[in-house]
């Protein structure tokens, strides 16, 4: 069965606290993306990654890392640094243009 | 600077009704144009997308119109169903795949 999987679902994190989002996906797809959603803004990209081991900044890439030491997997680190990074998080894969989501982790900063 | 501007912001139709939402793009190298649709919880799933060299593109009950001269595309709903309620992304991309998102439209299809 294939698609993206991405865990948690929700996430609570202490102010000053990194937290790391995983991204998987069993599509075969090249490409992979991260997005932050928050209401009335529509989706804002963080990174991307085209290919293994390589990967570029989005709009909003300030206070988040990320790797792609694999092609299956695109995890997302949310630093202390973030300034409001309580948001609803979604992951993306794509063959050419077409991105296909995954369900999205919604992270909640206490 | 906001690339792909969408409205309505909200949309109310009934049963049976048309729903159209519009986007329009100021980016003349666009030539992907994809619209989502994304129920409340839930990661966004493709519904239709379009490219500059056709004008109309039918999927069922959904079409997609395009108008490259006014640089404007709308996605039109037929018969719209509660089912349908739910907010609707369009968006534009050019050759390096990054997607560029419209704000969103929240549908509300009353029975």
């Known amino acids: 069965d294939g698609g993206i999987t991405q865990s948690p679902k929700y996430l609570f994190r202490k102010e000053g606290q990194n937290v790391t989002l995983s991204c998987e996906q069993n599509?075969?797809?090249?490409?992979m993306y991260w997005y932050r959603q928050d209401p009335g803004q529509g989706l804002r990209l963080i990174y991307y990654?085209?290919?293994?081991?390589?990967?570029q900044k989005g709009d909003i890439a300030e206070g988040y890392s990320v790797s792609r030491e694999k092609k299956e997997s695109f995890p997302l680190t949310v630093t202390s640094a973030q300034k409001n990074p309580t948001a609803f998080y979604l992951c993306?894969?794509?063959?050419?243009?077409?991105?296909?989501f995954g369900p999205g982790t919604r992270l909640t900063v206490l | 600077q906001q690339q792909v501007k969408q409205s309505p912001q909200s949309l109310i139709v009934q049963k049976g009704g048309i729903s159209i939402i519009n986007c329009a793009y100021e980016?003349?190298?666009?030539?992907?144009f994809p619209w989502y649709q994304q129920f409340p919880g839930k990661g966004p799933a493709l519904l239709i997308a379009?490219?500059?060299?056709?004008s109309e593109k039918k999927e069922g009950r959904f079409t997609i119109s395009f108008n490259k001269s006014a640089k404007q595309f709308s996605l039109h709903i037929m018969d719209s169903q509660p089912g349908d309620s739910a907010t609707y992304f369009c968006?534009?991309?050019?050759?390096?795949?990054?997607?560029?998102f419209g704000k969103g439209t929240l549908l509300t299809v009353n029975p």
């Open positions: 993306a894969s794509s063959i050419v243009e077409e991105q296909y």
């Open positions: 599509l075969n797809h090249d490409a």
């Open positions: 990654s085209q290919i293994v081991n390589d990967f």
């Open positions: 980016n003349t190298a666009f030539d992907y």
């Open positions: 379009i490219r500059p060299d056709v």
């Open positions: 968006a534009a991309c050019r050759s390096n795949y990054k997607l560029t």
